[in-house]
């Protein structure tokens, strides 16, 4: 099994501090999922009520007080530290300038968790850019045993198929950092399909519950790493 790093993050310490500067009396600020709004002309925005399908399941199975919507954050925003989980999906091209690689090399360092989703068509641009990202890192195969198909829900054999794409078995990839799994790419699954309602892509309910679990479980797992 990767060996889990079992501290918090820099992120992780912002937040609690920010929790830390409200009364007693005043509610805590609900959790959010940022959608990463990339350049290169990729659909970065598809399946646009996925997130806030999944929030709402998320809110629904745990503990947690989700946000009803979605935010959107670009590489090179100041608001991309408020943040410490990024969603990114799409079919088509990924691009990030020099300055977006920095911080975004920077954010993932310090405490940031990237889940990335392919679509179909977006693979070999995200690829080729996290490789601008972390030119010193490779890709691992999570194995099934791995933490983050063991939180909420249990998925004793990895990622669930939701979409069939090049007749390929799914692929949960994962770049670490000094132990931390700081980006979690689904590849050949197609969750952010699975999280939309049933009138978009005509799932039937076992799929897109599995993949709503799996997101669930994903989202978990960055709090607890």
């Given at each position: 099994?990767?060996?889990?790093?079992r501290t918090?993050?820099?992120?992780?310490?912002?937040?609690?501090?920010?929790?830390?500067?409200?009364?007693?009396?005043?509610?805590?600020?609900?959790?959010?999922?940022?959608?990463?709004?990339?350049?290169?002309?990729?659909?970065?925005?598809?399946?646009?009520?996925?997130?806030?399908?999944?929030?709402?399941?998320?809110?629904?199975?745990?503990?947690?007080?989700?946000?009803?919507?979605?935010?959107?954050?670009?590489?090179?925003?100041?608001?991309?530290?408020?943040?410490?989980?990024?969603?990114?999906?799409?079919?088509?091209?990924?691009?990030?300038?020099?300055?977006?690689?920095?911080?975004?090399?920077?954010?993932?360092?310090?405490?940031?968790?990237?889940?990335?989703?392919?679509?179909?068509?977006?693979?070999?641009?995200?690829?080729?850019?996290?490789?601008?990202?972390?030119?010193?890192?490779?890709?691992?195969?999570?194995?099934?045993?791995?933490?983050?198909?063991?939180?909420?829900?249990?998925?004793?054999?990895?990622?669930?198929?939701?979409?069939?794409?090049?007749?390929?078995?799914?692929?949960?990839?994962?770049?670490?950092?000094?132990?931390?799994l700081v980006?979690?790419?689904?590849?050949?699954?197609?969750?952010?399909?699975?999280?939309?309602?049933?009138?978009?892509?005509?799932?039937?309910?076992?799929?897109?519950?599995?993949?709503?679990?799996?997101?669930?479980?994903?989202?978990?797992?960055?709090?607890?790493?």
């Open positions: 099994m990767i060996k889990k790093q918090f993050s820099v992120l992780a310490l912002v937040f609690l501090g920010i929790l830390f500067s409200f009364s007693a009396a005043e509610p805590l600020p609900p959790m959010t999922i940022a959608r990463l709004k990339y350049g290169g002309g990729g659909d970065w925005y598809s399946n646009p009520g996925s997130l806030e399908n999944l929030m709402a399941y998320i809110e629904r199975h745990t503990d947690l007080d989700m946000a009803e919507r979605q935010a959107v954050v670009e590489p090179g925003s100041p608001q991309l530290f408020s943040y410490s989980y990024l969603y990114m999906n799409g079919h088509g091209n990924v691009l990030f300038n020099g300055e977006e690689v920095r911080r975004l090399r920077h954010y993932l360092e310090h405490g940031g968790f990237l889940h990335a989703d392919d679509n179909y068509g977006m693979d070999p641009s995200f690829r080729r850019e996290m490789k601008k990202i972390f030119p010193d890192k490779e890709w691992v195969e999570l194995p099934f045993d791995h933490p983050v198909y063991h939180q909420v829900f249990e998925f004793p054999d990895g990622l669930p198929k939701v979409h069939e794409h090049d007749n390929k078995a799914p692929q949960g990839l994962g770049l670490f950092h000094e132990g931390r980006v979690f790419y689904t590849y050949e699954t197609d969750l952010g399909d699975g999280w939309e309602s049933e009138e978009v892509h005509h799932d039937p309910q076992e799929i897109r519950e599995a993949a709503l679990r799996m997101g669930t479980n994903i989202f978990m797992y960055h709090l607890r790493q």
